[in-house]
């Protein structure tokens, strides 16, 4: 608990807009890992799914917490096992009406647990499924810039008012890659990496990112931020990566969590926290 007296927390809150706080990786300490969360300023979290076998706790979750939000997707690690019944379980789960987004769905093509072709099938059948939805497409890209940008595009991904809106999640590309996220109109989020003291790249993309597509997330348990590397990462370590932005951008803990805050809860339509 020491590690809780240096958080930069600051009076105006913050959202984890990317954390995996399900019993699968919390175990019994679920409930009190989100307890902790809000007691140290994030007001708000969204808990996207990477698997469909779990959506019942994901509902469970939301429901039991009213500042508490999920969404449904297929992993590109699972995608070797997508079917129609798949998109029909989406869309079922996202009826709820604590249900934000889809995804966690992309392209990884640095692990490469599923067939490349088996990805792009399942990544643009849920880019399908969210335009249809009107939800926003949570995306994970490793090592597969073009072929991501491609499927969004012919997704009807842009800048328009009906277009296929979302976000990179846990971003780890560099400058080059931002002209195009800007193109499609998409929200960049920063996870923990960007502590890093190897990140140059991600650092320097950290500083060109409009304030107005800004997200900052945890991807927990994955990913703890440089201050606490080596423990469990929980959604109040968010602050961390606020902490770093600022340093990066020049700007405040308050600027960038405030920002990003507004941002989170354009692209995912949450309300005002209760």
Known sequence: MEKTKELPRKDCGIIDSHAHVVSEFFGEEREEVIRRSFENGVVQM???????????????IAERHANLFFATGLHPHEAKDWTDKCAEEIERASQHPKAVGVGECGLDFFYNNSDHDSQKRAFAAQCELAKRLNKPVIVHC????????DILEESGAGTSDDSLKGVFHCFTGAPEHLPKIAELGF?????????????????????QVPEDKILVETDCPFLAPQKVRGSKNEPRY???????????????VESIATAAMVNTRKLFKLPEPV
């Open 46 to 60: 969204v808990n996207p799914g990477v698997v469909l076998d779990n959506v019942d706790e994901l509902k469970d």
């Open 142 to 149: 490793r090592d597969a810039w073009q072929e991501v940008f």
């Open 238 to 252: 968010v602050w961390y990566v606020a902490e770093k932005l600022a340093e990066l951008r020049g700007s405040t």
């Open 187 to 207: 929200y960049v989020s920063f996870s923990g990496i960007v502590t890093f003291p190897n990140a140059k790249a991600l650092q320097e993309a950290a500083r």
